[in-house]
């Protein structure tokens, strides 16, 4: 099983950016998978989760309304649309494949500066 985020930098307030989680050694489709995001000195915590089929998502208070999660099967990638980007979403964010064991992929950073 490999994960592999992509798409993080620094970006201004109120920018966007979008993630991607490129899955491989598994069937992509079968599992729900999630974005997750820890900032020093705080534990990690869920983000958006999707189901395998992407037909039912959530999200955390604190990103609903502004990040989207989604999927393409096809492709095996999972993504993260992040939009109306605040100082307190700086954080380096992980994929996770869900199941009788977790994966987790290496993590992505983002800031979210002047």
């Known amino acids: 099983v490999q994960l592999v985020e992509s798409g993080g930098g620094l970006v201004q307030p109120g920018g966007s950016l979008r993630l991607s989680c490129a899955a491989s050694?598994?069937?992509?489709?079968?599992?729900?998978m999630s974005w997750h995001r820890q900032s020093p000195g705080k534990e990690r915590y869920l983000v958006a989760f999707i189901s395998s089929g992407g037909g039912s998502t959530n999200y955390a208070d604190s990103v609903k309304g502004r990040f989207t999660i989604s999927r393409d099967n096809a492709k095996n990638t999972v993504y993260l649309q992040m939009n109306s980007l605040k100082p307190e979403d700086t954080a380096v964010y992980y994929c996770k494949r869900h199941g009788i064991r977790d994966y987790w992929g290496q993590g992505t950073q983002v800031t979210v500066s002047i």
């Open positions: 050694g598994f069937t992509f489709s079968s599992y729900g």
